[in-house]
């Protein structure tokens, strides 16, 4: 299996969390130096907490699954304090 399907396979176990939420995560890029970029689907995209899923979530299920991975990166990381960001409905 290489590598993106590990990773997939990882993200296979907490995508129904994340979709329950109307978001989900693409893997873009796994870099020479094994570090997953991911990009931040739906309203995982503009949620002011995608920080907390991301490190609390994603990267703990890749990292537990995958161990070859040094580490997980979101290109589109929407920050805590931005005025645009938006909770999910159920989150509100």
């Given at each position: 299996?290489?590598?993106?399907?590990?990773?997939?396979?990882?993200?296979?176990?907490?995508?129904?969390?994340?979709?329950?939420?109307?978001?989900?995560?693409?893997?873009?890029?796994?870099?020479p130096e094994k570090v997953v970029k991911l990009k931040?689907?739906?309203?995982?995209?503009?949620?002011?907490?995608?920080?907390?899923?991301?490190?609390?979530?994603?990267?703990?299920?890749?990292?537990?699954?995958?161990?070859?991975?040094?580490?997980?990166?979101?290109?589109?990381?929407?920050?805590?304090?931005?005025?645009?960001?938006?909770?999910?409905?159920?989150?509100?």
């Amino acid at each position: 299996m290489s590598l993106v399907e590990q990773v997939e396979t990882a993200l296979d176990t907490i995508r129904p969390y994340l979709e329950a939420d109307g978001g989900n995560v693409s893997v873009e890029e796994i870099t020479p130096e094994k570090v997953v970029k991911l990009k931040l689907l739906g309203s995982c995209g503009s949620c002011p907490m995608s920080i907390m899923t991301l490190k609390a979530g994603i990267e703990q299920a890749i990292m537990k699954a995958v161990p070859e991975i040094t580490g997980v990166e979101a290109i589109n990381l929407t920050d805590i304090d931005d005025p645009n960001a938006v909770m999910p409905a159920n989150m509100r």
